[in-house]
């Protein structure tokens, strides 16, 4: 793991007027002299800008406007393991491989990946899609779950899961969360307990006996804003 | 004082002290890794768990301050228990842990016979480890032409970062990586850009990092270890020569708080290869126009025709940067018997004066009194270059400040490793301080402790006399000479120059200086010039003069002497060195001199003897009675006199009128500033790293 850099790397970094306006909010939450601990914030806008991975020259970019030894900010990178020092694909696919989404079939999932995409940790010819694993997402209960770009799609199987990833080649949107339609976190195939209509006779302001809730709510929460936002900015 | 009951006996230790130095008070020893005293605290090496009674876990005894245990129930005090079976099982889990991932490389390391970590292991571990699995490698990672790695071994003590950072100053190395992924390096792998990176070296506990340049030269156990004194700059840092046989091999810091703590710089550190290069190992004598090799007594022969009858006007010498107090005192016996008053241990030019009184060239407040100080003036210095363990010692002084410590420099910028401010470049922001009337006055009238810090830069120029003075007037001012506090401080460079003036080599008023005696020997009003050493004079001038040079290495005296008289380098005589504290202390033979090269001071007694008139002393003893019949404070050995704050209020009265010119830099190249150095193949390899561009893109320069 010595080498963490990409190996091409652009000639220069700089923030948009727009983050950079925003950085600088960011410097002057902190005291003078203590400007440094702006750079976790800095560093995630400037992965964000850059598309999903950060080149060596943002890392002296942000080191220089926080007045930082560049070791210090390579540290960090290199600690965090949601900065990628390499270049991911338009669609980042991270596949959570521990214990719940192992048991659930997160192995499946990762053949998948390694089926319509490639090799872990490489971007795929066409630029759309590199993926890797990563540890527990904290979505157990919907395992196996994988996140993409900035969105969890949850109770995966390799048939759902391939055919999230041909619509995201096909430039369709993809609603996030349960992929087999049940609400959020809530029991698999609906409710189970207190399902008796009876409790709810004179509750006004519960559910519908029986509902499940709306589906819109939950997924409204995680649905990418537009078209146009889609994927790594 | 917190009451602690250490492995069943009560002990008072001392407040705000961790229970790893508690316990080294009280004499029970802790194993530890990552723990040192003059760095912060990591806490990550877990080899110094104890058990504390009440305590449900085991605690890092490095991280644990004695006053934040709580009594027990019943009113005991805290109660450690350093050998319980548990603390024991701990420790030997660490270092199974340790060794996980620690090759089993002995045989070809290093640090074998000399590695924290085989002690410990033999000392504390459990017989095998249970691990059948592959161990994890690393690659090695490139760091300068000092320092070898071989990060397989790193143990992840991080020793070696947190000394770069918080004593050297230069954040350079860094761990990068998590877990197992861990690995120490720098960024992008350059070399580290620091004058005192060689201490990461004695730092690490593993053999991961070590001295480059004594890679597979020798086993600790086959070296002889000689405590001696360092001359690469003049504050005299405490070493350990350490040679097999006829060569010094390596050389190793030893601890001494007053001065050094327990750093050298790379120069002091690494010169080593230098000792036995360039060296002048037999007389040597210039006939039609060559050098040719010689016996002593024709050498002598050549030099008395020459002396013979000569006026003693027309006799000069200079002493150099590197000589010891014995033979300046020698050879200031000789120049009064051919009868010249024309001598000057000053190559530079300093405008330094004994008879202004002791204090008045030394550093009064001390080395160790920068820890008490809180306000600097900076004056023509850079002390980085200059005295880099010294600049080690502002640094801890400035990070450890509460609030912003107030630096001041007046001359040329430079990283110094700390921030200051920028007064000026000349006499002029130096005469404003003077009178009071410069913003920066104030902050340093506020501070109770103030240092003012005159550089060779500032005094080595013409009216370097009125600088000083300048200087003094500036100390007053700022209140640095109050009560018991004595902050003017002259900094000096060549570790012979307090000896010298100490000793009264210079001119007296109405006699030529080294820039006199140069102008007299271009002119061709000088006969014979004797160096002792001196190598940093510009030797073009020296016109038609017979040079005849005393000293160890071919250098430039060398190359224009037309007698070379081949004398001992600093590892090969004892010697005393004043230090820029005025402190004297004395170096110690480690190895004998080359070929038929000898102690300086003898080669000056036979040639007395050859001239006529033998000096009075047949032996370093009978010599150095008679020197301390004159100067008593060279046999205060490793102690100070106090200094006389008179002296300076004195020079401070006096009306001084400066020049305009800024004040330069006085060391061009740190890693060539000495014979010595200047024979070393790695400072001339860390010169060249040092030259090249890479530093000024990186911005990390050290």
Known sequence: ?233 | MPKLIINDVEHDVPDGITLIQACELVGVEIARFCFHERLSIAGNCRMCLVEIAGMPKLVASCAMSVNDLRLGRDGTPPTIMTESPTAKKAREGTLEFLLINHPLDCPICDQGGECDLQDQTMAYGYDAGRFQDNKRAVTDKYLGPLIKTSMTRCIHCTHCVRFMTEVAGVDELGSIGRGEDTEITTYLEHGMRSNLSGNVVDLCPVGALTSKPYAYIARPWELAKTPSIDVMDAIGSAIRVDARGREVLRILPRINDAINEEWISDKARHVWDGLRTQRLDQPYVRRSGKLEPATWDETFGVIAKKLKGLDGARFAAIAGDLSAAEEIFALKQLAEQIGSPNIDCRQDGAKLDPALGRATYLFNTTIAGIDDADAFLLIGTDPRVEAPVLNARIHTRWRKAEQRLPIGLIGTEADLTYGYDYLGAGPEALAKIADGSHAFVKALKDAKHPMVIVGQAALARPDGAAVLTLAAKAAKTIGALDGDWNGFNVLHDAAARAAGLDLGFVPGKKDLDVEAILDAAGKGNMDVVYLLGADEIDMDRLGKAFVIYQGSHGDQGAHRADVILPGAAYTEKDGTYVNTEGRAQMTARAIFPPGDAREDWTILRALSAVLGQALPFDSLQDLRAKMYEVHPNLALLDLIEPSDVAAIIKLASKAAKPGRERFGLKIEDYYLSNPVARASSIMASLSAMHADGSEKATGTDG
């Open chain 1, 1 to 233: 793991m010595s080498v963490r850099l990409a190996v091409e790397q652009p000639e220069g970094f700089a923030f948009t007027p727009a983050n950079l306006e925003w950085a600088k909010t960011q410097i002057k939450k902190y005291p003078e002299g203590r400007q440094a601990s702006a750079v976790l914030s800095l560093l995630w806008r400037a992965q964000e800008q850059i598309g999903g991975w950060l080149p060596e020259p943002a890392l002296r970019y942000i080191a220089d406007m926080l007045d930082m030894a560049y070791i210090r900010v390579y540290e960090l990178v290199t600690f965090y393991t949601m900065f990628n020092l390499v270049p991911v694909g338009r669609y980042y696919v991270q596949v959570c491989g521990t214990t719940p989404c192992m048991l659930g079939g997160a192995e499946d999932i990762k053949d998948a990946c390694r089926k319509h995409i490639g090799e872990k940790d490489h971007v795929s010819d066409d630029g759309m899609f590199s993926w890797t694993e990563v540890e527990c997402l904290g979505a157990c209960v919907n395992a196996p779950m994988a996140q993409i770009n900035k969105y969890y799609y949850e109770d995966l199987t390799p048939k759902n899961f391939e055919s999230i990833l041909k619509r995201l080649r096909a430039g369709e949107d993809v609603e996030p969360g349960p992929q087999d339609g049940r609400q959020t976190s809530a029991p698999a195939g609906g409710p189970n307990t207190l399902t008796d209509p009876a409790l709810y006779a004179n509750d006004p302001s519960g559910p519908e006996p029986g509902s499940a809730g709306t589906t819109v709510m939950a997924s409204e929460a995680k649905r990418p804003a537009s078209k146009h936002e889609k994927g790594p900015r």
